[in-house]
């Protein structure tokens, strides 16, 4: 069945906590989650053939605070944005929820709408109309968690998720078409399970992820450690690791062929951030190390690394520190070598709260060495958190992101900035027309 899609007002990001700290930092994480988790991915994608990038979001519900799948656009030719399209309420505050979007060869928009864990469904919808997000038809209702779809150009839809059996296991699925889909294949499942990074280069897909282990003194959760890589060329029927040896699914040994490095043999936590890939196809990931998973200075430092396949092996190299684990910004590799992140490293108004002001970090030395090139905010009232990169992204509309106080609940403004962080733009979070153009907020 076609739905017409409903037209908000404006621009609303979901506010969302985790876990009661019982200490002055209140949460273990917390704040403005509209573009949250990295582990969702991509939420966003630059079409030449239209000259737009299309994301979606976790908007809020006036009045009932629950989490509604948002979908829009940023038009570069006008430099205008329409009225966010709604394309559901999850009848959750639970920003896991969150969307993943994807875009086939035609143009259609495919937004795969996350739960997390299986006490709620699972949904798939596509554009009615190549470009156009205000009709959508529901293709699945089922259940997955973490969605990361791919569409392959010439093979299909390559669809990495998380399955909660019990522990958060990684699986796969595949479709030639988005509407007929395989059956759910064992990635990974070792102890509690893993989360995962991935990204598409060309006809690959790779993928990161860390381990849970079984541990009696710590939630395995909370004592993610370790990292691992693995990609395929052929939507999963063969895997191999970066050295292209290959890998056998699932994988159910922390001790395995995919493993980059024994972080819990070093006593350190692993959090998650990015994958890219350089010009000549090496995976880089970028992840955070910490020695504990509660907020505060007792855990510091909490180092920003990447972690880069030369051809040979695994080149490992710090980037900066930042105030909490789950600080989160992307690593982009441009094509004259060039190495960007664009993330909240610099403290925020909630110090040692997720998030914090914005920088711009680059490296011309394949990570060997980083600067401080630009800070993009400064003096907010909120931290600022989870700067997304779109698929292909434009210079014009680079890293998508949400505010919100880390404390307490609080608004959420939407922001954007492009390549250079020339200007940090807000989304308008009251829309009086149909279009609008966003403000400069620095």
């Known amino acids: 069945m076609v739905h017409t899609l409903p037209a908000a007002d404006g621009y609303r990001g979901i506010w969302y906590y985790n876990q009661p700290s019982g200490d002055e930092y209140v949460y273990k994480y917390s704040g403005g989650f509209a573009t949250y988790p990295q582990q969702h991915v991509p939420i966003a994608h630059y079409r030449p053939e239209v000259h737009r990038t299309f994301y979606v979001y976790g908007g809020v519900a006036e009045g009932t605070g629950e989490l509604l799948h948002m979908v829009s656009y940023y038009d570069h030719a006008s430099g205008t944005v329409p009225r966010p399209r709604i394309l559901l309420n999850k009848h959750t505050d639970d920003a896991h929820d969150n969307p993943t979007l994807s875009i086939d060869a035609e143009g259609c928009l495919w937004i795969f709408s996350n739960a997390h864990g299986t006490s709620r ?9 190549p470009y156009d997000i205000t009709a959508f038809e529901r293709v ?156 505060g200075p007792a855990n510091d430092p909490r180092t920003w690394t990447t972690a880069r396949w030369t051809g040979s092996d695994w080149a490992v190299r710090p980037v900066t520190t930042s105030g909490n684990n789950y600080d989160y910004g992307p690593l982009y590799i441009e094509p004259d070598g060039l190495w960007r992140i664009i993330a909240p490293t610099e403290p925020g108004p909630q110090r040692y709260n997720p998030g914090g002001e914005v920088a711009l970090w680059t490296s011309r030395d394949q990570g060997e060495t980083w600067s401080r090139t630009k800070q993009l905010t400064a003096g907010s009232a909120y931290n600022h958190t989870y700067m997304r990169k779109p698929v292909n992204a434009h210079p014009g509309f680079y890293a998508l992101w949400a505010d919100g106080h880390a404390r307490q609940s609080s608004e959420s403004h939407l922001y954007f900035t492009d390549r250079d962080g020339s200007h940090v733009w807000r989304l308008p979070r009251v829309m009086p027309g149909e279009v609008a153009r966003p403000d400069v907020a620095w």
């Open 121 to 129: 469904p699972s949904y798939i919808h596509r554009s009615t109309r």
């Open 140 to 295: 699945a209702e089922t259940n997955f968690s973490y969605g990361q779809p791919w569409h392959v150009p010439g093979q299909g839809f390559l669809f990495l998720h998380t399955r909660y059996a019990p522990g958060r296991f990684l699986h796969w699925m595949t479709s030639p078409d988005g509407c007929a889909w395989s059956e759910p294949r064992l990635l990974a499942g070792v102890c509690e399970g893993h989360y995962q990074v991935s990204w598409q280069d060309g006809q690959r897909v790779g993928t990161a992820f860390n381990y849970h282990p079984d541990d009696a003194e710590v939630n395995g959760l909370n004592a993610r450690t370790n990292l691992y890589y693995v990609e395929t060329r052929d939507l999963g029927n063969t895997w191999t690791t970066a050295a292209g040896r290959p890998v056998t699914p699932p994988i159910l040994n922390a001790l395995n062929e995919s493993l980059v490095r024994d972080y819990r043999a070093e006593g350190l936590l692993v959090y998650l951030k990015d994958l890219a890939f350089d010009a000549l196809g090496h995976p880089v990931i970028l992840f955070i190390t910490s020695k504990g998973y509660r907020s």
